[in-house]
T-cell receptor
Framework: DAKTTQPPSMDCAEGRAANLPCNHS???????VYWYRQIHSQGPQYIIH???NNETNEMASLIITEDRKSSTLILPHATLRDTAVYYC????????????FGTGTRLKVLA | GAVVSQHPSWVICKSGTSVKIECRSL??????MFWYRQFPKQSLMLMAT?????????EQGVEKDKFLINHASLTLSTLTVTSAHPEDSSFYIC????????????????FGPGTRLTVT
């Protein structure tokens, strides 16, 4: 089973920040959190990952709570092209790097 | 960098025939590749883990004799769907994990664009 839970869907107005939450309460101390997104009929696209510190790149920011049991992906200025399913993933086990995908969050950016 | 390709992007085959799908890491070496399948409006389901030079490890419920995986080099893994039937119609996606020390983003997987298989 997936080690993460996410809301099934969210809407966001174009130009506003999209905040996508993820719960991973069973994460262990050395496990990273990875975020990907999948635009319709394409392979998932890597967005960002983190361990305990907040991370930012050209695509998004990742905020991880101090207890590491949850995180939030932030798209600072959502565009229509950000409409996709967003997956938060914690690998299945140390050394395996297997990804067990949950249902993800279907983000719809509205004009 | 970190590009993964798949070939073909789509394929239609007749029931009972076999289909081979290729997954290549174009600009990095991948000791580990993964194969997923995805049905419409569903999430990705991991089928197997493919390690270069060794036998693939299949997830529970995935028939290893039906879904043959070969990972003969550090840049190529193949999935062969044998004796395909209409229920095998799906979107097949591979991913590759970069070897440590080659890319600074150690550990994450890079996904191919997917192959849509339709069995008639």
């Amino acid at each position: 089973d997936a080690k993460t839970t996410q809301p099934p869907s969210m809407d966001c107005a174009e130009g506003r920040a999209a905040n996508l939450p993820c719960n991973h309460s069973t994460i262990s101390g050395n496990e990273y959190v990875y975020w990907y997104r999948q635009i319709h009929s394409q392979g998932p696209q890597y967005i960002i990952h983190g361990l305990k510190n907040n991370e930012t790149n050209e695509m998004a920011s990742l905020i991880i709570t101090e207890d590491r049991k949850s995180s939030t992906l932030i798209l600072p200025h959502a565009t229509l092209r950000d409409t996709a399913v967003y997956y938060c993933i914690v690998p299945a086990g140390p050394g395996t790097y297997k990804y067990i995908f949950g249902t993800g969050t279907r983000l719809k950016v509205l004009a | 960098g970190a590009v993964v390709s798949q070939h073909p992007s789509w394929v239609i085959c007749k029931s009972g025939t076999s289909v081979k799908i290729e997954c290549r890491s174009l600009d990095f070496q991948a000791t580990t590749m993964f194969w997923y399948r995805q049905f419409p409006k569903q999430s990705l389901m991991l089928m197997a883990t493919s390690n270069e030079g060794s036998k693939a490890t299949y997830e529970q419920g995935v028939e290893k004799d039906k879904f043959l995986i070969n990972h003969a080099s550090l840049t190529l893994s193949t999935l062969t769907v044998t004796s395909a039937h209409p229920e095998d119609s799906s979107f097949y996606i591979c991913s590759a994990r970069d070897r440590a020390g080659v890319h600074p983003l150690y550990g994450e997987q890079y996904f191919g664009p997917g192959t849509r298989l339709t069995v008639t």
